[in-house]
């Protein structure tokens, strides 16, 4: 099993929306390192759902439920989507502040590279991140 996080920005598409819907389709990545994430993405992954830009915090976690196939968003073959289901919302999100602030983490991808919307999250990682939402 693999762990990720993706982005999304609440005012656009929010953990609510996700679980009004029961599943989405994570599609409109258009960077070459976040499709490649994408691309690894197995069926049965844990994927941490962050706010950005409002929140700035992990609010849930859902899996991967269909591995990549062609965006339907575009005809370009180059770009991929991935399909994913809500498991839980946290009863305390976990803000990026805290995740900064936590030596533990300071090799996490979302510091690292703050800018990319799909990122890896190492064993170790994903286990303290979701022991910090208890």
Same mark, same amino acid.
């Given at each position: 099993?693999?762990?990720? @996080? ?20 994570? #599609? ?5 390192? %976040?499709?490649?994430?994408?691309? %690894?993405? !197995?069926?049965? #992954? ?14 849930? @976690? ?7 196939? !062609? ?12 399909? @994913? ?12 502040? %805290?995740?900064? %602030? ?10 690292? !590279? ?7 999250? !190492? ?6 991140? @979701?022991?910090?939402?208890e």
């Amino acid at each position: 099993m693999n762990y990720w @996080l993706v982005k999304s920005e609440p005012f656009k598409y929010s953990w609510d929306d996700f679980v009004k819907e029961g599943k989405s389709v994570w #599609d409109g990545v258009r960077n070459y390192q %976040a499709r490649n994430n994408m691309k %690894a993405m !197995q069926k049965g #992954d844990w994927v941490f759902f962050y706010h950005s830009n409002e929140g700035v915090e992990i609010v849930g @976690l859902a899996e991967v439920s269909k591995e990549f196939y !062609q965006d339907p968003t575009t005809e370009d073959p180059r770009w991929v989507v991935v399909e @994913l289901k809500p498991i839980k919302k946290f009863p305390k999100t976990v803000t990026l502040k %805290a995740m900064k %602030a936590d030596d533990r983490l300071s090799s996490l991808a979302l510091i690292k !590279q703050s800018r990319l919307s799909v990122t890896p999250v !190492q064993k170790a990682e994903f286990d303290i991140i @979701l022991s910090l939402t208890e």
